[in-house]
């Protein structure tokens, strides 16, 4: 697998381009002023003080495994401070999805795959006035996001722990229209596409849906594959470590494939 992925990583970086060999003036801006945007918000250095805290955290939590293939669940005890290094996503990674959510102005966004909250409280600072949903299968995890949220002073997070399958159809059955979707946590391709699908009612003209690992295995292969071809789709941007859709109206069915 670990061959496959570098092979993966490899063929993406000679394929893609960067924001001057884009011919779409809306994917441009977005390479421009936001995958390519070098700034250092203020915001970054408050959310990594409170990564290093937690890199640093002895406590140990129960960790319940709802995803990643498996149909049982696997309760492993572990350190937060492991967590965080293996589990949470790369600081260059989260601040990607900030300037992207900053991007987007929504009004509501919503997470699938809280982990330890660094993520989620980047998506929370990037847009202050939104409602941001937030869930996690492991209520261990939740509860140490949760008090992350508490410390950073986030007020407009609510953080639903269990199941995917099970909370997502309600909480997508509850909005007018889906703004902003970050889909991580189950990397598996039915999942995947159900989450997609279900998501597709509501999408609107400034919808932006963000699938992480679209390269973890050749199950989130096919299921980008899949994302790409559906008619809805108008746009997709491959970052190789996600994947951004958009259903822009009026615009030429394009796919891109950019460094970063």
Known sequence: ???????????????????????????????????????????????????????????????TDLGAGSHLNKDRTKKVKQIAKNALKSPALAQLIFRLAKFNKPKLIIELGTCLGITTSYLSKAAPKAKVITIEGCPQTAAVAGKNFEELQLENIRLEVGNFDHILPGILDAQQQLDFVY?????????????????????????????????WSAGMKEAWAEIKAHPQVTVTVDLFWIGLVFFKKGQARQDFKLKV
């Open 183 to 215: 889909i991580d946590g189950n990397h598996r391709k039915d999942a995947t596409l159900n989450y997609f699908k279900w998501c597709l009612p509501k999408v609107h003209e400034n919808s932006m849906l963000i699938f992480d690992d679209i390269y």
């Open 1 to 63: 697998m670990a061959f496959t992925f570098f092979k993966d990583y490899l063929l993406h970086r000679l394929s893609a381009k960067s924001r001057h060999g884009t011919h779409s003036p809306f994917v441009y801006k977005l390479a421009d002023e936001v995958i390519y945007d070098k700034r250092q918000y203020e915001d970054y250095h408050i959310i990594e003080a409170q990564r290093k805290r937690l890199l640093k955290d002895d406590s140990m939590v129960q960790v």
